[in-house]
């Protein structure tokens, strides 16, 4: 069956997660914070994820702007990086993420070859919409989905289901690709087509429905979908 629709992760697989810290790391006066934004960056995002589980785990929902409020509030105790005006700003700009390098040509030669493209995120239809328009992918996208929806964050399958209810399409058209494992893992226990995007080369996870492609990072995306 032809892959019609490519739908993709937001964070870490189409926005730069960490580019919130490394550019409030340049800005003048943040010269302490420039020695470890990487630090602060790793252990926000980590603990963003551990939270949205542990939420959807425990049935005890909050949006996604919360859950990345809190995260950054235990990174910042635990780095002890509390200088004047910096979880402001960093959450300022949070709303303002870039994507990555290869996005707008993934995205343009996928549509060019004919397939819809979407998001399917955590995050809430706020945040992906100020994502969204950051990074100028507004006329690159046909839909941008959100937990939100479904009161549970991934991997609940229920959010996959978005997806095929949105576009009316069978689960083998879906080629799913996000940057984290384990959201490639549930993907693939869905129905769908996936690619990880394992960026920082990772092993795998070791868990029941493997991805079915790993790559670096997108450019191999649409040359993935033509061969199947």
């Known amino acids: 069956m032809t892959v019609s629709l490519c739908v993709f992760d937001a964070y870490g697989t189409l926005f730069d997660v960490a580019a919130a810290a490394r550019e409030a790391a340049a800005e003048p006066g943040r010269e302490v914070f420039s020695a470890r934004w990487a630090e602060l960056a790793e252990i926000w995002r980590q603990k963003q994820l551990q939270y949205s589980w542990l939420r959807s785990a425990s049935g005890i929902h909050t949006d996604f702007w919360q859950v990345t409020e809190n995260g950054l509030d235990y990174a910042l105790e635990a780095t002890g990086l509390a200088e004047d005006g910096l979880r402001t700003r960093l959450l300022q700009l949070y709303w303002e993420l870039s994507a990555f390098p290869e996005v707008p040509a993934t995205l343009d030669a996928l549509r060019a070859d004919g397939r819809q ?101 997108l450019t191999a995306v649409p040359g993935i979908v033509k061969a199947l």
């Open 117 to 217: 493209t979407a998001i399917l995120s955590n995050a809430s239809p706020a945040m992906l919409g100020a994502a969204v328009k950051s990074a100028g992918l507004e006329t690159r996208l046909d839909a941008w989905l959100s937990a939100e929806s479904v009161g549970a964050f991934k991997p609940a399958l229920a959010n996959y289901a978005l997806v095929t209810e949105c576009f009316g399409v069978a689960r083998r058209e879906v080629l799913f690709v996000s940057s984290n494992g384990w959201d490639a893992w549930a993907a693939t226990a869905f129905g769908f087509r996936t690619v990880w995007v394992n960026r920082k080369g990772e092993p795998l996870d070791r868990l029941t429905t493997p991805p079915d492609h790993v790559v670096g990072d």
